[in-house]
């Protein structure tokens, strides 16, 4: 006879197993497109962040500012490597090869998310990003592209 642990030790390791299989794989894929299961996940969607909205909201600053700070360390400290300018709240990650807008709209997730994976791994910080100013980050930019309308003098 099985006690309660040992059964649930049991089925948790079944399903963890089980989880794994294509059966399960293409379940879970047509129950979540079902309009029933989505409206209902939309409704609760809503309401919990009604609920919540708030803490939700200065978690989510606050989890952004912890992980921004981080790399800031990571990268040396808070200021920009090409004019010395310290004031983080104009200061900018700026990826080194390009790509970043991509990284955004396409790849990554937004707000503190996008951070953490490069928090928690140093050295492809240090591949990825450099800490720009904004002005320094704008000329990088007009130089790179060389559009006319970059280039224009007064």
């Known amino acids: ?21 294509k059966k399960w794989k293409e379940y ?25 909205r708030t ?18 360390e990571i990268l040396g400290g808070a200021k920009c490597s090409k004019c010395g300018f310290s004031d983080k709240r104009a200061l900018q990650f700026d990826h080194i090869n390009g790509g970043g807008t991509y990284l955004l709209k396409v790849k990554e997730r937004k707000d503190h998310h996008y951070y953490v994976k490069y928090a928690n791994n140093p050295e492809l910080a240090r591949q990825t990003f450099q800490i720009l100013c904004a002005n320094c980050n704008c000329i990088k930019r007009h130089i790179r592209y060389k559009s006319p309308i970059y280039n224009m003098t007064r």
Do not use: C, H, I
């Open 55 to 72: 803490k939700y909201n200065a978690d989510r600053v606050s989890w952004r500012q912890f992980y921004r700070d981080k790399l800031f």
């Open 1 to 21: 006879m099985q006690t309660v642990e040992e059964r649930r030790e049991y089925d948790r390791l079944w399903m963890q197993k089980y989880r794994k299989t």
């Open 28 to 52: 879970n894929k047509a129950y979540w497109q079902r309009p029933a299961v989505k409206e209902k996940k939309k409704v609760y969607g809503r309401q919990w962040y009604t609920k919540y």
